[in-house]
């Protein structure tokens, strides 16, 4: 913990990263699959001389710049930003790993946003070959940028070797990770299949002449079906390359089943749509038709992003980051020396507070438990935000630990963060038993007590029985 | 509280030679500058003269609105690259700051999208030299304005709170709970604050003035006459000239009004580590004397135009030196960035440059192919 945390109420910081992370995609793919679109179909219609549908292209692609170029690519920064102020730590790795992963994206993000303005602007103006040469342009500095993102979403999910050797660490291994080519696949299915439904939503509202919402309808399913290949092979790679901890996540959390329900169901509804609409009747191409295809398809890739952002817990970057912001071989340190110790604010924060623990400018832990219960419960709360906050709000909120705790007992609530890895979506418990002492003091004041109206007799037998009362 | 506590020491090896980080760095943040400035004091000024201006000022007015999506595009893109080489050399210090005022921090990209929006919406609705404009495209027009005045103000508190970590104790004190950072605060009790700001709006407005001479002389080919073309000339002067006593006011300001006393021993001084410090204060202070001067007294000629051009670049280049170095002055205290462990990663930073150079021949290529239509921006986007 070498950087501040930053407390946002109710919600937890990382949960904004995966906000602004699903919004973005949605619009990401499309910045891919769009430009492919163009760039094969505006080729279409200047070797078949068909007027309108190029009247229909220059349309679309004015939406797709004020989509991409202007919500795309700041709600691309914009997930830089909150990393940066979520999870320092992880960003920081990233950085140092991918920098010229990162800076040669730039470039092709740049290639890209010329290439875009240029085929606007220059519509009719360049000759065709040329017109459709920076389409291509676009289309392919688009994808490349989609592969360099990609190699690094996917080493935060399974860094493979660079994680476990340090002999392996180097920018290759690191690009080149488990993950790499199964999302490399199923992101430029998903480029194809999403930016086909932008195009259906888009035609559907502003292709007005039926021939043209049909010869759309028909050549954009072509693609769209190619697409759903892919994100159903890509997957099945994917799921084989996950770790098992993430497999395990996947099947044992309730969440995720969810999810995963959302994701597998809405993408075979996308299918069928797509091959009993677009393919076989492109007559059907109607607003509401495309905007229900739409929305399964958002559901579909929201619901993918967030299983993407959540199966990788207790980590941010597997077996490098832990999401509490410390490395996985800090932990020993940590639990003899104390979490409060080794973190640089909160040891900050104890030395300005708390100067009567102090010794030598380190935290004497022995000390810690003399201290008055309310000085206890702030140096509770403490841990808590540092230890705990990013994965859960406190009484209440995203995924509460006072409503978790369920009115469990003293006991058993300081058992459950000394062990805290018996659930391994959760870290290991990086603290001293005294500051394990300050949290439970802490979480006893949040924890909320068993809901009311319960058949009394199935109150679990045994001694927790009373204790259950107590908490009443 | 020590501030020094506040920061970890021990590090990582950095990917890239420092140098190169700062070349980058310093490098990247003058192409950003431009088409910064222009968004900064060009969107303001062009809006007025749009709305007010006589027949030439609405002309121009009208032209660097039109161009302002591709200048917004362009601009946001190239920050890119001072942020990534800063996260990379300088990340024990950018993360704390941004963190102590993340809301704010966070706000840059709230606002950024609707001022985006708001260009897009007078850009794209105004035709070449119509006077009339629906309302609704005025107003987003101006709020586009004030966002990025805004979000100027946003970025200045960030960066003047990464330079200054002696702020950062009483304002972790007053924004946090049990420790943790609330995201609330915001440098406004820093010296240095304000006068940097207007420092920036200063130069904004040369540039602007450099950028009106250069689209009259290269970019309008046909589409104008002489008559415009004098106008240029004449409201560039006043324009650069305004931009110069702002730029001498705001900088008087913040070197002898918010600098501590040993940046400014250090930054007066001369040779200190082998650098004449002192040319990197009274360079950048001078330095847009040479672009006003060419424009006084050069002649109008589109060479002098480029030739201003080229100068207003090197005046934002040599700012941008200048602050580096202040930069690593104020921080050494905390983080001396050169101290730093280096482990080079030269496989991938070659892949970079070779790309780097490979994307340049295929903006080159891209802007042959419009170079040979006419230059004139579009007026007519669906």
């Known amino acids: 913990m070498h950087y501040p945390w930053w407390y946002v109420p109710q919600l937890t910081a990382p949960m904004l990263i995966a906000v602004i992370a699903v919004v973005h995609v ?28 190029l009247a229909y292209l220059r349309g679309h692609a004015a939406f797709f710049v004020l989509l991409t170029v202007v919500f795309g690519a700041i709600t691309g920064v914009g997930i830089w930003w ?9 960003t920081e790795v990233l950085i140092r790993t991918f920098v010229f992963g990162w800076a ?52 935060m999910l399974n860094p493979g070797r660079w994680a476990i050797d340090p002999a392996a660490r180097n920018f290759w291994t690191a690009l080149f990770n488990p993950q790499f080519v199964p999302q490399t696949v199923v992101r430029t299915g998903g480029a194809l299949l999403l930016s086909s439904l932008y195009v259906y939503l888009h035609a559907s509202i502003f292709a007005r002449d039926g021939r043209i919402r049909n010869v759309i309808a028909s050549r954009s399913a072509r693609p769209a079906l190619l697409g759903a290949i892919l994100i159903t092979a890509g997957g099945l790679a994917w799921y084989a390359f996950l770790p098992d901890s993430a497999k395990a996540t996947l099947a044992s959390s309730a969440v995720m089943n969810v999810f995963a329900g959302v994701l597998i169901a809405s993408t075979l509804v996308v299918f069928a749509m797509l091959y009993l609409g677009p393919y076989r009747n492109p007559g059907w191409l109607s607003p509401g038709f495309a905007g229900l295809l739409f929305l399964f398809g958002i559901a579909a890739f929201g619901a993918g992003e967030f299983v993407r952002e959540a199966i990788r817990k207790p980590f941010v970057i597997y077996n490098v980051v832990l999401s509490n912001q410390v490395l996985p071989e800090q932990v020993p340190q940590l639990r003899a020396g104390g979490y409060l110790n080794d973190g640089v604010w909160t040891r900050a924060f104890v030395a300005e507070h708390y100067s009567d623990v102090m010794a030598d400018g380190r935290i004497d832990n022995k000390r810690l438990l003399d201290l008055p219960y309310k000085d206890r419960l702030v140096l509770g709360k403490v841990l808590f935000l540092h230890h705990c906050n990013d994965c859960h709000a406190a009484k209440r909120g995203y995924s509460a630990v006072g409503l978790l705790l369920q009115g469990r007992p003293r006991e058993q609530t300081r058992e459950t963060i000394e062990r805290l890895d018996d659930n391994y979506s959760m870290p290991p418990w990086c603290g001293t038993s005294e500051e394990a002492e300050l949290l439970t003091d802490y979480l006893m004041t949040i924890n909320q007590p068993r809901p009311a109206g319960i058949h009394p007799l199935m109150k679990s037998g045994g001694e927790s029985v009373d204790e259950y009362g107590e908490m009443e | 509280m020590d501030p020094a506590m506040l920061v970890e020491r021990a590090a990582a090896g950095t990917p890239a030679p420092i140098w190169f980080v700062q070349l980058f760095k310093v ?35 009208g032209r660097l609105l039109r161009q302002m999506p591709v200048i917004v595009a362009v601009g946001v893109n190239l920050g890119i690259v001072p942020l990534l080489f800063m996260q990379l050399a300088y990340y024990k210090v950018f993360y704390p700051a941004t963190i102590l005022m993340a809301w704010s921090w966070l706000a840059i990209i709230a606002l950024l999208i609707p001022a985006y929006y708001g260009v897009y919406a007078y850009a794209w609705g105004c035709k070449n030299d119509e006077k009339e404009m629906p309302f609704w495209r005025v107003a987003a027009g101006w709020c586009a304005a004030v966002f990025f005045l805004a979000i100027g103000f946003l970025f200045v508190n960030g960066f003047s709170l990464m330079d200054h970590v002696d702020r950062w104790p009483e304002l972790w004190r007053d924004h946090s709970m049990a420790g943790a950072a609330l995201g609330t605060a915001l440098n406004l009790g820093d010296a240095t604050l304000w ?71 250090s930054m007066f001084s001369w040779p200190l580590m082998g650098w004449p410090l002192v040319a990197l204060t ?47 002055l104020n921080l050494k205290p905390y983080w001396d960035v050169y101290s730093q462990p280096v482990d080079v990663q030269w496989g991938p930073l070659a892949m970079f440059l070779v790309v780097l150079v490979i994307g340049l021949g295929v903006v080159g290529w891209m802007i042959a192919q419009i170079r040979k239509c006419d230059f004139a921006p579009p007026s007519n986007v669906p």
């Open chain 1, 26 to 53: 949605l619009v990401s793919h499309y910045a891919v699959g769009g430009g492919l679109f163009l760039a094969v179909e505006v080729g279409h219609a200047y070797r078949t001389r068909d007027r309108e549908y």
């Open chain 1, 82 to 90: 909150i990393i940066g102020l979520s999870s320092p730590l992880a």
């Open chain 2, 27 to 61: 490098l990247g943040f003058t192409l950003h500058a431009v088409p910064m400035n222009l968004w900064y004091a060009g969107l303001p000024v062009a809006l007025w003269l749009h709305l007010r201006g006589g027949e030439h000022g609405r002309r121009f007015g």
């Open chain 1, 104 to 155: 040669t994206e730039w470039v092709s993000f740049f290639v890209e946003l010329l290439a875009a303005f240029i085929f606007l602007y220059y519509w009719g103006r360049l000759p065709e070959k040329k017109h459709l040469a920076i389409g291509w342009i676009y289309a392919v500095a688009a994808w490349i940028s989609l592969v360099l993102i990609t190699g690094i979403t996917a080493f």
């Open chain 2, 282 to 328: 009274v360079l950048p202070a001078l330095s847009p004397g040479l672009p006003w001067l060419l424009i006084l007294f050069g002649g109008r000629t589109r060479a002098i135009a480029a030739l201003v051009a080229l100068g207003q670049f090197g005046v934002l280049g040599v700012n941008a030196v200048s602050r580096q170095v202040v930069q690593n």
């Open chain 2, 195 to 265: 006068p940097r700001w207007l420092l920036m709006l200063g130069l904004a407005l040369q540039t602007t003035a450099a950028w009106l001479l250069f689209d009259a002389e290269w970019l309008t080919g046909n589409s104008v006459g002489e008559d415009y073309r004098r106008w240029a000339w004449g409201f560039a002067k006043k324009l650069y000239t305004v931009g110069l006593l702002w730029f001498a006011a705001a900088g008087s300001w913040y070197v002898f009004g918010s600098w501590s006393a040993e940046l400014r021993d």
